[in-house]
């Protein structure tokens, strides 16, 4: 199982971007694919996750409204589309796979340890 996370860089505060995690070694549309952040000093937090066979979401208060996730089953791969950045969304963005079943509780999706892989990270950083 391999996750490839890209799409990071350097935008200004408001701005937007879009990541892409890209899985490979397992069936994708069987499982839930979730985004996860960890800022300088900070602990790795959930931002959002998505069961791609049912396409059921989970997003931090943090982001909602201003990011959205979405997968494409096709090309195994799943988007966070990020708008109106801010300086607090600066943090390294990894995306991991839970292969628990097709469905990821609303209650797990935050939680890191029902993960099984993780992607290495990409890095976001907002300027003010």
């Known amino acids: 199982v391999q996750l490839q996370a890209s799409g990071g860089g350097l935008v200004q505060a408001g701005g937007s971007l879009r990541l892409s995690c890209a899985g490979s070694?397992?069936?994708?549309?069987?499982?839930?694919i979730g985004w996860f952040r960890q800022a300088p000093g900070k602990e790795r937090e959930a931002v959002s996750s998505?069961?791609?066979?049912?396409?059921?979401?989970y997003y931090a208060d943090s982001v909602k409204g201003r990011f959205t996730i979405s997968s494409d089953n096709a090309k195994n791969t799943v988007y966070l589309q990020m708008n109106s950045l801010n300086p607090e969304d600066t943090a390294v963005y990894y995306c991991?796979?839970?292969?628990?079943?097709?469905?990821?509780?609303?209650?797990?999706?935050?939680?890191?340890?029902?993960?099984?892989?993780w992607g290495q990270g990409t890095l976001v950083t907002v300027s003010s």
């Open positions: 991991a796979a839970y292969l628990g079943g097709p469905e990821i509780a609303t209650a797990q999706a935050s939680d890191l340890g029902m993960y099984d892989y």
């Open positions: 070694g397992f069936t994708f549309d069987d499982y839930a």
């Open positions: 998505i069961s791609t066979s049912s396409g059921r979401t």
